[in-house]
């Protein structure tokens, strides 16, 4: 809104103009297909993230543009390179100067788009470590770790330092002990003991993120969710996969622990 007042003030628009531009910019209406919620992060100090899956690329691309007319920034999960790569079109296509003024980024182990104003900056906000417990949960921290990182957060990781070989979490250990962080995401799949373990080793908070990486009887997360859910030592959890649930959880704890939100200028 602060552009628009702007060019009020140096006489570039008329009020009447200011007005409809405040308006279109307040309403979340995309053209008959969704109702996005614009300024979610005012009411929760986390921002609506766009789920990819299950949407056309046409609802994709039309919600995405909403966001970046609007706000100037959106994230996008569960969303495949080939999709991407149209998504990319779409937006060279509608927004002018679209590869001079917008940052887009896409993690492909992580699934996820981000798309920013190269005039906006998110707020630091602090210390996010990351610990998988096998090779096959990274996709799931890739996911949370992208969304961390697009919203300010600095995340550090620590991959494939399972229970099974326990003295390869030692350095994620020695890390927290030396200070820094504030939270600690977590994920396991099979039985989903690494949460529980780390917890009764540090200080900051944990959030468990169980994992479908395993199979068989208890398979898929199951086993890993209950695990994490009967943990004697306290920890939070996210549904299984829920990198995304994780990192704005995360980012909550962050935000409500410097009490600053929102975007400022470079």
Request: net charge negative.
């Amino acid at each position: 809104m602060k552009d628009i007042l702007k060019k009020l003030r140096e006489g570039e628009i008329t009020e009447e103009e200011a007005e409809r531009e405040i308006l279109r910019r307040l309403s979340g209406e995309v053209e008959g297909k969704a109702v996005v919620d614009l300024f979610r992060d005012f009411r929760t100090a986390v921002p609506e993230v766009v789920l990819g899956e299950g949407k056309t690329l046409e609802e994709m691309g039309a919600i995405c543009l909403k966001f970046l007319l609007s706000r100037g920034e959106v994230a996008l999960t569960r969303v495949g390179e080939e999709e991407v790569e149209r998504l990319k079109e779409l937006f060279e296509e509608a927004l002018e100067g679209f590869e001079r003024r917008f940052n887009l980024r896409y993690n492909p182990r992580g699934r996820v788009l981000t798309v920013r104003r190269l005039d906006l900056a998110p707020e630091a906000l602090g210390n996010v470590i990351l610990v998988t417990a096998g090779t096959s949960d990274i996709p799931v921290a890739e996911e949370a770790r992208t969304l961390l990182e697009f919203y300010g957060a600095r995340a550090e990781t620590f991959y494939d330092v399972g229970i099974a070989g326990v003295h390869r979490l030692r350095p994620g250990v020695e890390a927290v002990e030396r200070g820094g962080y504030q939270v600690a995401l977590v994920f396991a799949g099979r039985e989903g003991a690494l949460p529980t373990l780390l917890s009764a080793l540090i200080s900051i908070p944990v959030i468990g993120v169980p994992v479908s990486s395993g199979y068989g009887h208890g398979g898929g997360g199951e086993a890993a969710l209950s695990t994490m859910l009967q943990s004697c030592s306290p920890i939070a959890v996210v549904n299984i996969d829920s990198g995304y649930t994780a990192a704005m959880v995360a980012i909550k704890i962050l935000k409500a622990s410097r009490g600053g939100v929102g975007n400022v200028k470079k």
